[in-house]
């Protein structure tokens, strides 16, 4: 079958197409206006880095938060975010002179921040062995602070270690600290590997030059104008530094998409014999107003993070919501008037398979005639695949990453294996026990008949209140800080690193459902407004939960139980981390939905034109199918590369969203999805008469051509 090249008439364009139209003629103004905001905010991004905070990962209003700030604010900040200086040697011990001198040396390097406190020596049978001594200095600041802090002293002590004697900055601070510089320097070195990569698939995708750098565009403009902005925002309000880290991933996913789609139309447009003006305002009707309820899906599915009590977790989607923002804003003003511009010049520098990605695929079309015929055997394979994927779901754990999750040679691990080597392998684990004076006695009690405490501190007393530290005989602690709260007397708080991490996983595990529910809800909510189809909206949905819940458990498989992890260059941790099924189920439902509202969309609008359910399949899956397959796997592309990242966080998303949209896009647009609007038939797209009347008419349909006289 081949494309129709009769010359159409223009078409009376809709709201979306009379926006294409304004920006194509007044194009210098879209310009003009982009090109100055762009470098408004471009001005402020290249201080975006040090405005953005490296701490805050706590359950905001939990027992552990609230213990140390009372720890903080009466005994001089040695709470959780303390900076801990551990002195080891192999040949020293803690009574020679070279071992004393490296003591002092670590006190002074901690005295010249301005962010310590309160800096406190080595203390006998608490912080001091044959060959490992504990220095700490105070929290004087906030997280974010203390985060920094903890990258400036780590590169004094870099500086003044003496022979023989190692000093190796540890605690949540230098923890995160050292979490975040090596995860943004694995990101970034995954960016640029992935664009040369993003660029070869673009080619591949639009077949020419011209055409497959205007995604890059568009990602490029979003990046810099969400880093302007979160500099901006950094001024009012705490923000994530990784919040820019995945800004840089989602402006290049919805960049490319967006320009996929919008692009592809286009040139059918022009094939048609549109002139690019009439062109561009059909393009913005259909795809363009396709792309607005896309970036409204991804947007609604993202903003359930903010569920979540934690400011990494919530400000984390303010940077995507940003970058998803500019991207859809651009698509929708500077990329209308860009293509008016280029017209059919879109083409230039053509390669040999330009044209790749048409309108229309005949290859899909006989897919899609196939899926009719058989419903249920193509069915079966592709939910038997994904249900198959999705078992070990059920048995997937989740816990926050501890020093363990740094390479090997980083201060903050190395410092943790020497507390376990010095005084046990509960050492860096230690649980504080705030409570007031007068229950001292009682609290030390319970503290050693409670199985799994290996040792207790002597009580520090200040301002009515009485610290006390007891050190786990094991890394895991979730058991016995349960424990505790249980048997420890009313208003005693148990609070330290452990606990802050218990907490936040806790809080993540509480607020999953609700935020499960709540995306899955918004999600066929928007669905059902685009396609007036309750039950194809319904299937969808629950669709993409079981592709999403595929993906987890191959996350389960290769994270959690270790398959395949010396392939991909990592050692399991015995656990997924605790932020994964909240944040990148967020991810990658969001990225499911992006595919399927130009999927049902497209079978909407040809049912509508023919009353057919078999022609609205073939057509629908023939024009929308191999454009969604192409946007897959530029985003497969993507999200791989930074699976082969060295540290572990950046793999395990990669790898997770990798596989989400790959199974995404080959098992549930290709086969099942497909299936099951064939199985429904006709009631894939009825709608009780109620419900029609309460939706509002926004379905994406094209505009009806002109007639000669209204030209």
Known sequence: MTENTTPTSPLTPGV???LGRWSARRRRTVFVGWAALIIALGALAPRVEHALSGGGWQADGSESVAARTLIDRHFGGQGSYALAVVVSSARHTEGDTTFRHAIDM???????ERAVADVRLPRRGDSISPHVAVVRGGAGA???EMVRAAARVEKRLKAIAPSG??????GSAALWSQFNEENKGAMLRSEITSWPLTLAVLLVAFGSVAAAGIPLLLSILGLVAAAGALWVGSRVTGITIWAMNFALMFALAVGIDYALFVVVRFRAALRAGLRPLDAVGETMDSAGKAVLVSGLAVLASLSAVILVPSQPFRTSVVGILLAVGFVLAASLTLLPALLATLGSRIDRFSLPWVGAVQHRSEPFARWARLIWRRPVLVGAIAAGLLVALAIPVLSLHTAMPNAGVLTGDA????GYERLQHGFGPGAPAELQVVVKT???DTVQAVLHRTQGVASVSPPQRAGGFALIGAQPASEDTGALIERLRRHLPSGTRVGGAAAEAHDLEHALAGRTPL?????LTVGFLLLLTVTRAPLAAGAAVSLNLLATAAAFGMAKLI????????LLGFKSQGFVDAWAPVFFFCLSFALAMDYTVFLLTSVRDEFERTGDAREALVEGLARSGRVINAAGAVMVVVFFTFGLSRPLPPKEMGVILGVAVLLDTMLVRLLLLPAVLRLLGDRAWWVPARIDRWLPDIRLRHAEPETPSAR
């Open 559 to 566: 994270f959690q139980d270790g398959v395949g992890d010396a």
């Open 142 to 144: 906030d997280t974010a």
């Open 16 to 18: 979306f197409g009379r």
């Open 165 to 170: 004697v190692q000093l190796a900055l540890t």
């Open 411 to 414: 201060s903050a691990r190395v």
């Open 515 to 519: 935020l499960y529910a709540l995306v």
């Open 438 to 440: 007068p229950a001292v």
């Open 106 to 112: 670590a006190a002074d390097a901690l005295r010249r």
